[in-house]
């Protein structure tokens, strides 16, 4: 019986050892060697990120052990993941989509002035009796305040220095002269 007891033992232990050897068997098996992925892409240059940290720039080789996603990134086009899986494919090309442009936003253009352009034509319309005194006075203060804006800018211009004396005195006359008449 105490035969029968100590042989029990010897092949519960065995069995326990047997066991141990499998698991660590199993815990190396995850660990299989490194294989190396060459990643390309098309326009070629795009940023590699493994994890959310840069890496390099394609074309470029990466050693995995595992299936493990990387993003790639460049201006001007959409970014990509991919999963680089050590028992698949050696080389991996990914072709990047351009971006979608962004819509450009419509900007009203300003109304056109249906009235005069200058306090002359203003002036001669009245006396033809196209526009009343009222009107004439509004189409003439209309003008004065646009060419006192354009003038206040070219004058603000001077200041700064990006015109000279001269070039100042000859675009004022210009101004003074297109809302003249």
Do not use: H, W
């Not at 010897?10 to 190396?36: G, H, K, R, W, Y």
């Not at 979608?100 to 419509?106: E, G, L, N, R």
């Not at 004065?144 to 000859?170: H, I, N, P, V």
């Amino acid at each position: 019986m105490v035969r029968f007891a100590c042989l029990a033992l010897v092949l519960l232990f065995a069995s326990l050892n047997l066991q141990a050897c499998n698991s660590d068997s199993i815990a190396t098996s995850d660990q299989a060697e490194p294989v190396e992925i060459l990643v390309a892409s098309n326009p070629v240059g795009a940023t590699l990120l493994m994890a959310g940290t840069e890496i390099g720039t394609t074309p470029m080789s990466v050693s995995v052990r595992k299936t493990t996603p990387v993003n790639l990134r460049l201006k001007g086009y959409e970014s990509s993941q991919v999963f680089l899986d050590p028992k698949g494919e050696l080389i991996m090309t990914v072709a990047l989509e351009p971006a979608a442009k962004a819509p450009t936003p419509q900007v009203a253009a300003p109304p056109k002035s249906t009235g005069p352009r200058t306090i002359a034509s203003a002036k001669q319309l009245y006396r033809e009796g196209k526009l009343d005194k009222v009107e004439y006075k509004q189409q003439v203060t209309r003008l004065k305040y646009a060419m006192k804006s354009e003038l206040d800018t070219l004058k603000t211009r001077y200041r700064k220095g990006e015109l000279d004396k001269l070039e100042y005195q000859k675009k004022a006359r210009a101004i003074k002269y297109r809302y003249g008449g």
